[in-house]
Each structure stands twice: as structure tokens, then as C-alpha cells.
């Protein structure tokens, strides 16, 4: 099982920027592809962004494409989602996820993340 704890929400304007970091622990995180998620007040979570194991294929949804970067850094075990150019329609809680298996190329689908973290809050002020 791999513990994994986010940071860095909070409150910004429309057009500004943030960066959420989500630390994991607890397993031997370069093997697992590494996935960000968000849920807004009374809707479903929905799939943001995720990444390889390896780093080297990458995966948006098309409404924060080109917008919103996911990345890796095995040293310190960290996956970032740097997301620029915020609208409203991206507040939300934003959850971080670890894949089920080993060696994955990243996914787009709820059911193949096996451990999240508690989430952090975002909100984008019009």
C-alpha cells in the first residue's frame, strides 16, 4: 500500500496559477504510474491527468489540456500537477491516485488507481 498526501490548493484568481504536489510513501513509487483527479461540489470525480511509471507518456483531459502539466521526480517521490491559466469551472477537490500494478503506462478510468490521498482544495475566483 502507498500512502500518498497532497499540497499546495488554495484560492486564486481566474488566469493565475498553481502548483499541487502530492507526496507518496510507503512503496516503490518509480514503478507506478501516478494519476491526478478532481471532484467538484455535487458532481462525479473526473479524470485530470496521468502519468507512466517511467515518465514518459503523459495523459489530459481534454479540458485542462494544454493548460495543466503532470510530472514526475523519483528522488524525492513526488508527482506535481502545474496548472496555469485556472478558470472557475476547475475548482474542485484534486486527489491524487497510485496505480493498482507495477509498470503501467498511465490511465485514464477511476478503477485502476488502487490508493488516493485525501485531497486538496482548489478554487479559482472569477
Known amino acids: 500500500q502507498v500512502q500518498l498526501v497532497e499540497s499546495g490548493g488554495g484560492l486564486v484568481q481566474a488566469g493565475g496559477s498553481l502548483r499541487l504536489s502530492c507526496a507518496a510513501s510507503g512503496r516503490t513509487f518509480s514503478s507506478y504510474a501516478m494519476g491526478w483527479f478532481r471532484q467538484a461540489p455535487g458532481k462525479e470525480r473526473e479524470f485530470v491527468a496521468s502519468?507512466?511509471?517511467?515518465?514518459?507518456?503523459?495523459y489530459y483531459a481534454d479540458s485542462v489540456k494544454g493548460r495543466f502539466t503532470i510530472s514526475r521526480a523519483g528522488a524525492v517521490n513526488t508527482v506535481y500537477l502545474q496548472m496555469n491559466s485556472l478558470k472557475p469551472e476547475d475548482t474542485a477537490v484534486y486527489y491524487c491516485?497510485?496505480?493498482?500494478?507495477?509498470?503501467?503506462?498511465?490511465?485514464?478510468?477511476?478503477?485502476?488507481?488502487?490508493?488516493w490521498g485525501q485531497g486538496t482544495q482548489v478554487t479559482v475566483s472569477s
Open positions: 491516485a497510485a496505480d493498482r500494478l507495477p509498470y503501467g503506462l498511465g490511465s485514464q478510468e477511476r478503477t485502476d488507481f488502487g490508493s
Open positions: 502519468i507512466s511509471w517511467s515518465g514518459g507518456n503523459t
